[in-house]
């Protein structure tokens, strides 16, 4: 019973820290967002024996939502033996956050090497590659995501954003478009903003 409160208290904890995107005051913010810190805790083994790394997961992301990057990092390495992609990924956030590019580099390769992951933990996997591309301006990342997201007939809607960035990126703004209004979310002003791209001024009236 007392197990049980507990998932409850970390479910309800989870749910406050995930936050809508918010709109930007600059064109280029609205445009090109980035991966959101990974959440998956509904992933996580309900067993008694991993209640210290479920705990310390979350206490991980308290962390990287407050900017204690080195302190998250810390964490996550301990979460990598029990969570092993998503813990890889928020390693590799927190430290391109800290500008320390080389070891942010190796968290994200060790995901983006995996090819399974890219079946298996497909948010990841593309988030991996984006900003392997993001610190070397190397496209054969950009093209792997696509690639990924062609072999899913069912993209999360943090993948279908995660797509139109991409696509944008590559200045393929009619496909950006197509997948950001297929989106439950859709940002009106996003759109309008693609259509300004595709100098189509009529339907960027919003």
């Given at each position: 019973y007392?197990?049980?409160?507990n998932?409850?208290f970390?479910?309800?904890?989870?749910?406050?820290l995930?936050i809508?995107?918010?709109?930007?005051?600059k064109?280029?913010?609205?445009?090109?967002?980035?991966p959101?810190?990974l959440?998956?805790?509904?992933?996580?083994?309900k067993?008694?024996?991993?209640?210290?790394?479920?705990?310390?997961?979350?206490?991980a992301?308290?962390y990287?939502?407050?900017?204690?990057?080195?302190?998250?990092?810390?964490?996550?390495k301990?979460?990598a033996?029990?969570?092993k992609?998503?813990?890889?990924?928020?390693?590799?956030?927190?430290?391109?956050?800290?500008?320390?590019?080389?070891n942010?580099?190796i968290?994200?390769?060790?995901?983006?090497?995996?090819?399974?992951?890219?079946y298996?933990?497909?948010?990841s996997?593309?988030?991996?590659?984006?900003?392997?591309?993001?610190?070397?301006?190397?496209?054969?990342?950009?093209e792997?995501?696509?690639?990924?997201?062609?072999?899913?007939?069912?993209?999360?809607?943090?993948?279908?954003?995660l797509?139109?960035?991409?696509?944008?990126?590559?200045?393929?703004y009619a496909k950006?478009?197509?997948i950001l209004?297929?989106?439950?979310?859709a940002?009106?002003?996003?759109i309008?903003?693609?259509?300004?791209?595709?100098?189509?001024?009529?339907?960027?009236?919003?």
């Amino acid at each position: 019973y007392l197990i049980n409160n507990n998932f409850r208290f970390f479910l309800l904890l989870l749910s406050l820290l995930i936050i809508p995107s918010s709109s930007f005051s600059k064109e280029k913010s609205i445009i090109q967002s980035e991966p959101e810190i990974l959440f998956e805790f509904e992933k996580l083994k309900k067993k008694q024996e991993n209640i210290s790394l479920q705990v310390d997961f979350n206490k991980a992301i308290l962390y990287l939502e407050a900017k204690e990057y080195e302190k998250a990092i810390a964490v996550f390495k301990k979460t990598a033996t029990f969570l092993k992609i998503p813990s890889f990924l928020n390693i590799g956030i927190a430290y391109y956050e800290l500008n320390s590019y080389h070891n942010s580099k190796i968290y994200l390769e060790k995901i983006y090497n995996l090819e399974e992951a890219s079946y298996s933990n497909t948010y990841s996997y593309m988030s991996a590659a984006f900003y392997l591309y993001k610190m070397s301006n190397d496209l054969k990342y950009l093209e792997k995501i696509v690639y990924v997201s062609r072999k899913h007939k069912k993209l999360s809607e943090h993948s279908k954003r995660l797509m139109v960035d991409t696509y944008i990126i590559l200045k393929q703004y009619a496909k950006a478009l197509k997948i950001l209004k297929k989106m439950d979310f859709a940002s009106d002003l996003k759109i309008a903003l693609l259509y300004i791209k595709m100098n189509n001024y009529t339907q960027a009236d919003v």
